[in-house]
């Protein structure tokens, strides 16, 4: 049996020490979620300077229904693969996922 444990909707991030590109990812970790649907998710970053401790902290809170109507609603989940088709066929890559920064105002957390 292993000694690693893994608390669910919450986990750190540690500096990605592979990272040789640009397209990698700066901070890794992998986290658990028990239930699918949406999550709020937010970030700490940790002062630590022990590799031990992640740079980050990361927590997932479960939505509920009043929550999901209000702020996603309006929200097409597409799978990677419709998202890479639709993305694909924009004549400027990146152009349909911009939004105004007034959008921001209403994030809860």
Partial sequence: MSDQTATENKTGLW????????????????????????????AKEIKSQSERSPAMEVK??????????????????????????????SETPGASRTRDVSSLDDCPF
Avoid: F
């Fill in 15 to 42: 500096p990605n020490r592979k990272k040789t590109d640009d397209w990698m990812d700066d901070y890794q970790h992998k986290v658990y979620v028990k239930e699918p649907g949406w999550h709020w998710i937010g």
């Fill in 60 to 89: 997932l809170r479960k939505m509920k229904g009043e929550d999901v109507k209000k702020y996603c609603s309006d929200i097409t989940v597409l799978t990677p693969e419709q998202a890479k088709e639709k993305y694909s066929r």
